[in-house]
């Protein structure tokens, strides 16, 4: 396809182009698209780069034919176009039209009310050091594998780092998301000065937030291998977790992932083959945080 203006630069002071974002999906696609296969994308485009006011495109509007989209109820009512990227063509032509960031939901368009991913966001105030969030992921990790929820780790190429459970769609988003919710809030007990599921953001101080609103309906979180519109340009990575030692958020970038995927294999690549029952971690949940809890945590899931 023709790129217009293949040498416009995106990340001012950076020397990143329009060439090098296309370039970029082109070295990942391959490790990227399994992950965007069947997933309604959100898009954050910068046609100007980030230098200038960039904007999130959920609907489908004005693409060629050859793209594909598919047809979704909106909460509001009425339907709407949603795109998906399930080949590499897709993928360059978004980034040719100013797509920096893709964003995912935990669900795919087969089973649309059904999540095949739980996500926790670990996201930082400015200023926790790096040991910090890595000792979050960990506990996360310990819990996570406590409840028998195979955890996946990401560092999502801006502040924090994300741990995803696959899931075997035999719950609704709401049963997921009550799920995260009460998983969060227990790794927050376990530390009240340093974790936080407090949703408004002048209520948790210097705390990190535990965000679970990520497995909404109609939630999205940053997909795996996405070039993130900041500076330093970082990539949401899939990590090892003997790698989180020496990772940091940002810590991957254009040059790096080139790099690393011409010597390692995804990460994730096994994901869909871990998943399991979002029913059975609840039941291990209810029996860890305790009948009192358990009660009131049902209680509050019935008003809901």
């Known amino acids: 396809m023709k790129v217009s203006s293949p040498d416009k630069e995106l990340f001012p002071g950076e020397g990143i182009t329009k060439a090098d974002l296309i370039g970029h999906y082109r070295t990942v696609a391959a490790a990227m698209l399994p992950h965007l296969a069947g997933r309604p994308l959100t898009l954050r485009r910068y046609p100007e780069g980030i230098g200038q006011e960039g904007f999130f495109q959920k609907h489908a509007e004005h693409l060629p034919g050859w793209v594909r989209t598919v047809t979704l109820a909106k909460s509001a009512g009425g339907t709407a176009e949603y795109v998906l990227c399930e080949d590499e063509a897709t993928l360059v032509y978004l980034a040719a039209h100013g797509t920096i960031e893709l964003h995912i939901r935990p669900v795919t368009v087969a089973s649309i009310d059904h999540p095949d991913r739980l996500v926790v966001d670990i996201d930082p105030p400015d200023g926790v050091p790096v040991q910090v969030l890595r000792t979050i992921a960990r506990r996360a990790r310990e819990l996570f594998l406590e409840l028998g929820l195979p955890p996946f780790l990401q560092s999502t190429g801006g502040r924090g780092f994300h741990v995803v459970a696959p899931l075997d769609r035999s719950q609704d988003h709401r049963f997921v998301r009550d799920l ?70 940002d810590g991957h970038t254009i040059a790096s992932m080139r790099r690393r995927l011409a010597r390692k294999r995804d990460p994730w690549a096994d994901l869909d083959a871990c998943a399991v029952p979002a029913g059975e971690a609840r039941e291990r949940l209810d029996a860890l945080i305790g009948p009192r809890l358990a009660a009131r945590s049902a209680a509050a899931r019935r008003r809901r």
Not at 197 to 217: A, M, P, S, T
Not at 224 to 249: F, H, I, K, M, Q
Request: net charge positive; charged share 25%.
């Open 180 to 249: 995260a919710g009460d998983l969060a809030a227990h790794l927050a007990r376990s530390a009240p000065d340093a974790l936080t599921v407090q949703q408004r953001i002048d209520k948790r101080g210097h705390r990190v937030f535990l965000d679970v609103n990520r497995n909404g309906r109609g939630q999205t979180f940053v997909a795996p291998y996405s070039l993130r519109a900041r500076p330093g340009a970082g990539v949401a990575t899939p990590l090892d977790w003997n790698e989180l030692g020496r990772a940091t958020p």
